[in-house]
C-alpha cells in the first residue's frame, strides 16, 4: 500500500508541478520585501513509470474544507477549489473513482496514517516528524507567510516590535511556530 501511495504522490507531482507556479517573497527584519521569485519546481527530465494500478481501482483524498482557494464548500454547500479539481483531474486521467474525506486539519494526516485515505492533498509542512510518517511528492507549491503593515511603517517594521502583540495564526501551522519562538 505504502508503494502504491509513493506511486500516486508522484503522479500528483507531475500534475502539480507544470501547474502551479506562485511567486514568494521574504520578508526581513529591515521589512523591505526582495524581488519576487519565481521558484523552478518542475524539472523537464524527470520521467517515471505509471504505476501498476490493476488492482487499485479507488482512491480516497483527505482534505480539509476550510482553505479557500485550495479546499472549500461553495455558497451551495459543494467542495471546490484547486486540490479537489486537482484530485478529479488525477482519478480521471487514472481512470479512477475518486471519493473525498473532508477532515478537520488538525485530525487529516493522523486519518491518512491511519489508512483512512490514500493521499492527503494539503499543505502538510515537509519537516522531521512528517517526513518520518509519510512519503511526499515533489514540492510544487510555496505559500510562504506575510506580515502587514500599514504604507507609512512599512520600512520601519522589524520582526522584534511583535513581542507582547496579539498576533492570528493558525495553531500547529508552521506560522504558528515562527510565532512561538
Known amino acids: 500500500m505504502k508503494?502504491?501511495?509513493i506511486k500516486l504522490a508522484f503522479i500528483v507531482s507531475l500534475f502539480l508541478s507544470g501547474a502551479?507556479?506562485?511567486?514568494?517573497?521574504?520578508?526581513?527584519?529591515?521589512?523591505a520585501a526582495l524581488a519576487q521569485i519565481?521558484?523552478?519546481l518542475f524539472d523537464p527530465a524527470a520521467r517515471e513509470q505509471n504505476p501498476d494500478l490493476r488492482n487499485f481501482r479507488h482512491s480516497v483524498f483527505n482534505k480539509c474544507a476550510d482553505y479557500p482557494p485550495f479546499n472549500y464548500r461553495a455558497g451551495s454547500g459543494e467542495l471546490v477549489g484547486f486540490n479537489i479539481d486537482l484530485a478529479n483531474a488525477i482519478c480521471e486521467n487514472l481512470n479512477l473513482g475518486c471519493t473525498m474525506q473532508i477532515w478537520p486539519w488538525e485530525q487529516a494526516a493522523d486519518a491518512l496514517e491511519d489508512f483512512q485515505g490514500d493521499a492527503l492533498i494539503a499543505g502538510l509542512a515537509i519537516d522531521f516528524e512528517s517526513g518520518a510518517r509519510f512519503?511526499?511528492?515533489?514540492?510544487?507549491?510555496?505559500l510562504p507567510g506575510r506580515f502587514v503593515a500599514q504604507n507609512s511603517g512599512a520600512d520601519e517594521f522589524n520582526t522584534n516590535g511583535l513581542t507582547g502583540k496579539t498576533i492570528g495564526v493558525r495553531k500547529g501551522s508552521a506560522h504558528y511556530e515562527f510565532i512561538r519562538r
Open 38 to 40: 519565481t521558484p523552478n
Open 20 to 31: 502551479l507556479f506562485i511567486s514568494s517573497a521574504a520578508l526581513f527584519n529591515s521589512g
Open 3 to 5: 508503494n502504491l501511495i
Open 135 to 142: 512519503d511526499f511528492s515533489q514540492i510544487y507549491m510555496m
